[in-house]
């Protein structure tokens, strides 16, 4: 624990120190909507050219832990409203400015030439020894398989083999790499990696609706120019570039 507070606090110090030497927009976002934000990044510095905006991805968890400990972030961009709840009930977003803008899909994917389940159920089946989420804990991807899983009665039986990541972006790289059998990610996932082979999609009944959020965060240290990205996010340009990376828009 102590180690991870010396981590956090470090972290903590360099964000700081970044964002003061930048001057720039700082937008701390769940890093499975890197590649999406990185495309609407370069739109709003061409829309706002006296302003420069910089992005902190990390797992929606770990930002909402950041955020409470003080870090100078202008906006939060959360993978899960669980996640805006907590900075919601402690004071550190402006209510007013939350808005949720997009939607996904939890997806089953395996490595090429791997074996394709075409339920869950048949995870319990001895091809599929390592089966890799995000903690539940910190990631919200984590937390939907896991609610998926317990549905559909496998969280216990399943146990000894599951590998759980610090983020979506771990989980990726873990089925890159051939290191599981069986991963638990976005569709949007497979389209930004698209050598992903998508073995099925998670019935969405078996989890809580997967809703990204966005929010001011309080004491912002640039709110106009947060205000300028929550604008940027909630528009039609962020709605294709959103879709073309695919996520899917929230219903009104």
Known sequence: MMHRTLLL???????????????????????????ALLDLGEAYEERNPRTEIQFHFAASGVLVQQAAQGAPFDVVVLAGEEEMNRLAATGDIEIATRRVFATN???????????????????????????????????????????????????????ARLVFSMNAAQTVEYVQRDEVDAAFLYRSDAVDFPWLDVALEVDPSLHS????????????????????????????????????????????
């Open 105 to 159: 899909r939890l997806i089953l994917a395996v490595p090429r030439g791997g074996s394709r389940p075409t339920h869950l159920d048949e995870l319990r089946d001895a091809a599929y020894q390592r089966i890799a989420l995000g903690s539940p804990a910190s990631v919200p991807a984590g937390r939907y398989a896991a609610q998926a899983l317990r549905h559909s009665g496998l969280w216990d039986a399943l146990q």
């Open 9 to 35: 606090a470090t972290a903590l110090t360099l964000l700081g120190s970044c964002h003061q030497d930048r001057n720039a927009t700082l937008v701390a976002a769940a890093i499975s909507l890197r590649p």
């Open 209 to 252: 609706p997967i809703r990204y959020a966005a929010a001011l965060v309080s004491d912002a240290p640039h709110p106009a120019g947060g205000r300028r990205f929550l604008e940027l996010l909630q528009g039609s340009l962020a709605e294709v570039v959103l879709r073309n990376h695919g996520f899917a828009p929230a219903a009104p």
